[in-house]
């Protein structure tokens, strides 16, 4: 199962799950699928959600992901306060890595 959901001409996926293996599954539920719904249904933008490297395959940019997470332990609190900004670093510089990749013609 894939989650997507839409707004105006916006198509979103989110969430994708399955109980068992299956060969490519996660790719026709999460992007194929998906992809021909929207162009079916008029969407201007689809949206995959957050990922990694698979989606340049697949003609995605990587994009920074935001999130809103609250600790309610003090401590876990510390360890995020004290690493988050070294994990958006690495994960930018990721972004960067996979973008500049890109199989598309760059425009100036």
Not at 29 to 53: K, L, S, T, V
């Amino acid at each position: 199962m894939s989650f997507c959901l839409f707004k105006g001409d916006q198509l979103y996926g989110r969430y994708w799950g399955s109980d068992q293996t299956f060969d490519c599954l996660h790719f026709e539920a999460c992007y194929y699928a998906p992809i021909e719904w929207a162009i079916a249904h008029n969407m201007q933008r689809f949206d995959p959600g957050a990922g990694g490297q698979h989606k340049k395959r697949r003609g995605f940019a990587a994009r920074p992901n935001h999130s809103m997470h609250r600790f309610y332990a003090f401590r876990l609190q510390q360890i995020f306060d004290h690493y988050i900004d070294e994990i958006n670093q690495a994960e930018q510089a990721e972004i960067e890595s996979i973008n500049a990749d890109l199989p598309f013609k760059r425009l100036v």
